[in-house]
């Protein structure tokens, strides 16, 4: 059996943390992985989760199987948060919202019902993609196509190639869009561009499949959350998944949700029971504990209100070493603008460092970024970023 089995290829990102992880450079940094590490370098714990873990605990309450598609206090807070507790969608009972084993668990039933009941329709995501969007939309058995998205020569969209491709696409295509801080890009469309972008989706009848990872990471959770919110207005069917990873620093948790809007009440039950089956006949149901902590901080007034502060310290710590960064570079290499890395929006950006430079600053600085290009500023901090904009001015 095993003689037939060959090396499959290693996952281009998580692969940099392995072998940063065995680099013995006490100067090395990982700039690879989409991770928020705090000043000193720590994946921070954040306040609101200590503190609702201890009224966790404090209970010490059995742990039994949760519901299929989750816990309900959580799947309600997470409708609250990504559609508004007052949104049309929530109020007539039009949109469900299942837990989910991370954003990564949340694509992928979305993925898996959608082959269900969506079986001839192909998958389109940006061109370039977060890595594994497209191996989980093969994996349940789609076609994956792309769509023009970022454009090297601006550092920004390609819109008019985009809005083009969306023009052509067959009705019923299934379409991903990263609904704030793209990644890898970190090259978000305006609002106009939006507007336009949901006209002709919900026009030509495609269905937006939004995922959104880094809500609260661009401008603040409402305003990330914006694009959400239209398309659930537009009308017809939509998919969000989202995760709690970054937002709430529970990574490891796997803490995420799908939410379905549909056109009644009676129609979300029926794609609820089947969502419900995809769940069963994968893993049963999710875990307890991560959807436990975020459900009880986001529903306990002073918790929610610790959480916004603690995410808008880290989106505004992002946003200085962002600053940082340029106001470096522009220092050591004042022939080059550098002035896209700030417009650029959530946790990574798209250097425009080749590959060559991009393995030069591995081997020769132990900087590791992603060979794309893409670095992770999250995981820039005041003390590593001298050694960090060295390193690229050298290799620039
Ligand atoms: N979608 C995007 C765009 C991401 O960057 C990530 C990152 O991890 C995910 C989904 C998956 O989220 P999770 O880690 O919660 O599975
Ligand atoms: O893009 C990133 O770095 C994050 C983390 O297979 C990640 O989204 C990367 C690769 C992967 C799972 C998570």
């Given amino acids: ?60 309450a059995p742990r039994t199987y949760l519901p299929i598609d989750g816990l309900a206090a959580y799947d309600k807070a997470v409708q609250e948060l990504v559609f508004g507790a007052d949104s049309a969608v929530v109020q007539e009972k039009r949109a469900i919202t299942v837990q989910a084993i991370g954003g990564t668990g949340a694509l992928k039933i979305g993925a898996d019902f959608l082959k269900r009941f969506a079986p001839d329709s192909q998958v389109w995501i940006s061109d370039p993609s977060w890595e594994n969007h497209r191996a989980l939309f093969e994996s349940a058995g789609f076609v994956v196509n792309s769509y023009p998205y970022y454009d090297p020569a601006t550092r920004g969209v390609n819109f008019a190639g985009m809005l083009g491709a969306l023009q052509s696409m067959p009705a019923g295509s299934i379409v991903l869009l990263h609904a704030c801080c793209h990644n890898p890009t970190g090259a978000d469309l305006t609002d106009e561009q939006w507007k336009q972008v949901i006209e002709v989706v919900t026009g030509r009848g495609l269905i937006p499949f939004l995922d959104m990872a880094y809500q609260g990471f661009g401008d603040g959770i409402d305003a990330d959350g914006r694009v959400v919110r239209q398309f659930a207005q537009a009308g017809g069917p939509l998919f969000v998944s989202n995760s709690f990873s970054k937002s709430f620093s529970l990574y490891g948790e796997r803490v995420g949700a799908l939410s379905i809007v549909a056109a009644s009440t009676e129609e979300a039950a029926r794609v609820l029971s089947q969502l419900k089956r995809v769940v069963r006949t994968n893993y049963s149901n999710p875990p307890l504990h991560g959807g436990q902590v975020v459900a009880t901080a986001l529903a306990t007034p002073e918790l929610r209100a610790l959480w916004e502060e603690e995410l ?3 989106r505004v710590r992002i946003r200085e070493m962002r600053q940082a960064l340029v106001a470096k570079l522009k220092a050591k290499v004042p022939n080059q603008n550098f002035d896209f890395v700030i417009t650029q929006r959530g946790m990574f950006s798209y250097s425009g460092l080749t590959k060559a430079q991009v393995e030069r600053l591995r081997n020769e600085y132990s900087v590791y970024a992603v060979d794309t290009g893409r670095i992770c500023v999250a995981a820039l901090n005041s003390k590593n970023i001298d050694y960090v904009v060295d390193a690229i001015a050298k290799v620039l």
């Fill in 1 to 60: 059996l095993f003689g037939a089995v060959d090396m499959a290829p290693r996952d281009p990102i998580l692969g940099i943390t392995e072998a940063y992880n065995a680099d013995k450079n006490p100067n090395k940094v990982n700039l690879g992985v989409g991770v928020y590490y705090d000043d000193n370098g720590k994946v921070p714990l954040l306040e609101c989760v200590r503190k609702a873990e201890a009224q966790l605990l404090e209970k010490a």
């Fill in 312 to 314: 808008a310290a880290m």
